[in-house]
């Protein structure tokens, strides 16, 4: 039997091998809102969504391991850049299922202490479900099957997930607050081709 896991929705993981200790200091500065939207108990974003333009260095960090995988693995020789940008923080609560318009990839970089027996992995959800009609269960899951895959926060994590991907931050009941840095990525320049043909220089 051959299969072949047809049209993916890459999961990446990179470990940050650079210094991002900053990002601890940059943390004390913000000012954090809690989201207003059902099921979101506890969860945090930062009043800034765009946290690094101050802080260029990460962004150039985000950038060049995001190059890395678009050129190497995807084969893209295209530019991009990073739109928004916030801080998330989470105390003894959750997050509900969401994903990010207006954006191609999504990164969250985890720069704290954390402690897996706390919770709070960030879980996917498989938007194929959302094509089938009838829901079967697997008496084993595994990633070819599954409409559900967690990764635990590990210091020094970056991930990057297509935006359309739903995704949220499970129950978490650490003693301290549950932090990330989140970002979304979007192409820049020209790109497309005939009658969708885009160029952002146009505008």
Same mark, same amino acid.
């Given at each position: 039997?051959?299969?072949?896991?047809?049209?993916?929705?890459?999961?990446? @993981?990179?470990?940050?091998?650079?210094?991002?200790? @900053?990002?601890?200091?940059?943390?004390?500065?913000?000012?954090?809102?809690?989201?207003?939207?059902?099921?979101?108990?506890?969860?945090?974003?930062?009043?800034?969504?765009?946290?690094?333009?101050?802080?260029?260095?990460?962004?150039?960090?985000?950038?060049?391991?995001?190059?890395?995988?678009?050129?190497?693995?995807?084969?893209?020789?295209?530019?991009?850049?990073?739109?928004?940008?916030? /801080?998330?923080? +989470?105390? =003894?609560?959750?997050?509900?299922? #969401? /994903? #990010?318009?207006?954006?191609?990839?999504?990164?969250?970089?985890?720069?704290?202490?954390?402690? @897996?027996?706390?919770?709070?992995?960030? @879980? /996917?959800?498989?938007?194929?479900?959302?094509?089938?009609?009838?829901?079967?269960?697997?008496?084993?899951? /595994?990633?070819?099957?599954?409409?559900?895959?967690?990764?635990?926060?590990?210091?020094?994590?970056?991930?990057?997930?297509?935006?359309?991907?739903? #995704?949220?931050?499970?129950?978490?009941?650490?003693?301290?607050?549950?932090?990330?840095?989140? +970002?979304?990525?979007?192409?820049?320049? =020209?790109?497309?081709?005939?009658?969708?043909?885009?160029?952002?220089?146009?505008?």
């Amino acid at each position: 039997m051959e299969v072949t896991p047809l049209f993916s929705s890459n999961l990446v @993981q990179f470990m940050v091998k650079e210094r991002i200790d @900053q990002l601890n200091d940059d943390i004390k500065k913000q000012e954090f809102k809690i989201i207003n939207a059902p099921g979101s108990n506890n969860s945090q974003i930062s009043a800034d969504r765009r946290v690094l333009e101050k802080c260029p260095r990460i962004k150039k960090l985000i950038l060049k391991y995001f190059y890395q995988y678009s050129k190497e693995f995807l084969s893209y020789d295209g530019d991009f850049d990073i739109a928004t940008s916030w /801080f998330t923080k +989470v105390e =003894k609560g959750s997050s509900q299922f #969401h /994903f #990010h318009k207006n954006s191609f990839y999504s990164a969250v970089l985890y720069f704290g202490e954390y402690d @897996q027996v706390s919770g709070g992995s960030i @879980q /996917f959800n498989s938007p194929i479900e959302q094509l089938s009609d009838f829901q079967i269960d697997p008496n084993q899951w /595994f990633i070819g099957n599954a409409n559900l895959w967690g990764v635990y926060p590990t210091k020094n994590l970056l991930l990057f997930f297509p935006s359309y991907l739903s #995704h949220r931050i499970e129950e978490y009941y650490g003693e301290n607050p549950r932090y990330s840095l989140v +970002v979304n990525i979007v192409p820049i320049g =020209k790109y497309g081709e005939a009658d969708s043909t885009y160029n952002t220089n146009w505008f």
